[in-house]
């Protein structure tokens, strides 16, 4: 269902019927991928997906079988990745150990030739960029993780990059820092105006760095959209899945009406204003905040618009801000809702009706 945007705002980076396999194994087959300038845009997908090896084909350290990359007004599809001014940090940081700090930020300058004394203020902006500027004397080994991606992101900002790539650049740290990171790296990238590309596997980082974030799936971007877009209208049963939890069931769309299409699931009928062939089989999911909970023995009367299945308690999970309750369910079937706060009036093995918006309701058809 991916389109792509055509306007010529949206060329910055190009990247054109892209096909790669290795070793006879396809990976990639037409890959399409556009983006503006000054956007930060995450690859989010499963292992396996091609997440990488769409980064490595735009940083020019994978050859692509077919296809083209431009960027700004170049097509470096045959560049060597040192002449396409792109920067790539990677997850293991890849420092010089033997190295000072400030002579690791300045080691890209070197390369393109640049004196001592010409990479002295370069290096200091990008030290100051990532919040180090005291560290620049410093020996690499002895600073921390967290410490040593803020060089590498320096490192990659220093030559003014026309893009930068980054590969799972926060994966080695632990969770606080890493959330620390995600929030530093978002307001860097927009203070110097930098275009960048994050590879990630983890959904809550796509969503809380990306001004946009194309989903991949197989080696195709299954949708591409900001993330408040991606959580409430996902355009696939993938993507659903993948961004965000839902409740989801499995039924076959029974009649349709003049608004909305009755789905016969196995707790029940399930309506949503999505439009479904009649007969079609079908999944339909809701986001678990927007699903309420009542004990059967104290269900308000049905009010319209509203689905309602009744279902056995199997967990609840009291998480402090939220309480996560878990119907039980045969099969693939995900019964899941989530309330606000500490809500201990639930138990396992109560009977307990949830109900929510037809509107709210997710389907896709078999197609999808
Ligand atoms: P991960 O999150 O695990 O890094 P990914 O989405 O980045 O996954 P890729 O690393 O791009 O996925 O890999 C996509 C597919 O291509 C995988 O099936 C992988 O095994 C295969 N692949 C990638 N690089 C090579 C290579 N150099 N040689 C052979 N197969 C490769």
């Not at 190009?14 to 290795?22: G, L, N, P, T």
């Not at 995450?42 to 692509?64: E, F």
């Not at 033997?98 to 200091?124: I, M, Q, Y």
């Not at 990659?156 to 790539?165: F, G, H, N, R, S």
């Amino acid at each position: 269902p991916y389109r792509e945007e055509t306007s010529k705002d949206a060329r910055y980076l190009e990247v054109v019927a892209v096909r790669k396999s290795f070793r006879g194994a396809t990976v990639m087959d037409g890959m399409n991928f556009r983006m503006r300038k000054g956007e930060l845009v995450s690859l989010l997908g499963p292992s396996g997906c091609g997440k990488t090896t769409l980064l490595r084909i735009i940083a020019g350290l994978v050859v692509a079988d077919e296809g083209d990359v431009v960027l700004g007004s170049r097509n470096i599809t045959d560049l060597p990745a040192h002449k396409r001014n792109v920067s790539v940090v990677f997850q293991n940081y890849a420092l010089f150990p033997h190295l000072s700090v400030a002579e690791n930020v300045a080691f890209g300058l070197k390369a393109r030739g640049r004196t001592r004394a010409e990479a002295e203020g370069p290096v200091r902006d990008a030290l100051k960029l990532v919040r180090m500027e005291t560290y620049a004397d410093k020996p690499i080994a002895g600073l921390s993780g967290g410490q040593q991606q803020r060089i590498a992101v320096a490192r990659a900002l220093v030559v003014k990059p026309d893009l930068l790539l980054l590969d799972e650049p926060f994966s080695a740290l632990d969770r606080k820092l890493r959330e620390t990171m995600q929030v530093e790296l978002k307001s860097l990238l927009r203070d110097s105006g930098t275009t960048a590309i994050f590879v990630t596997h983890d959904q809550e980082e796509a969503l809380s760095v990306s001004d946009r974030i194309a989903v991949m799936n197989a080696g195709r971007i299954e949708q591409f959209a900001s993330p408040s877009t991606l959580y409430a209208r996902p355009e696939t049963p993938f993507v659903m899945d993948f961004v965000g939890l839902s409740l989801r069931l499995h039924g076959r769309a029974a009649r349709t009406g003049d608004d909305h299409v009755a789905v016969e699931t196995a707790h029940g009928i399930v309506r949503t204003a999505a439009r479904l062939e009649d007969g079609e089989p079908a999944i339909v999911g809701v986001r678990p905040e927007l699903v309420r909970a009542y004990r059967a023995s104290d269900v308000p009367r049905e009010p319209s618009g509203r689905n309602r299945i009744e279902v056995t308690l199997e967990d609840v999970m009291i998480l402090g801000s939220k309480t996560m309750l878990h119907g039980r369910s045969e099969g693939s079937e995900r019964l899941v809702c989530e309330l606000a706060g500490i809500q201990s009036q639930y138990v396992r093995g109560q009977r307990i009706v949830l109900d929510w918006a037809i509107e709210d309701t997710l389907a896709y058809g078999a197609a999808a």
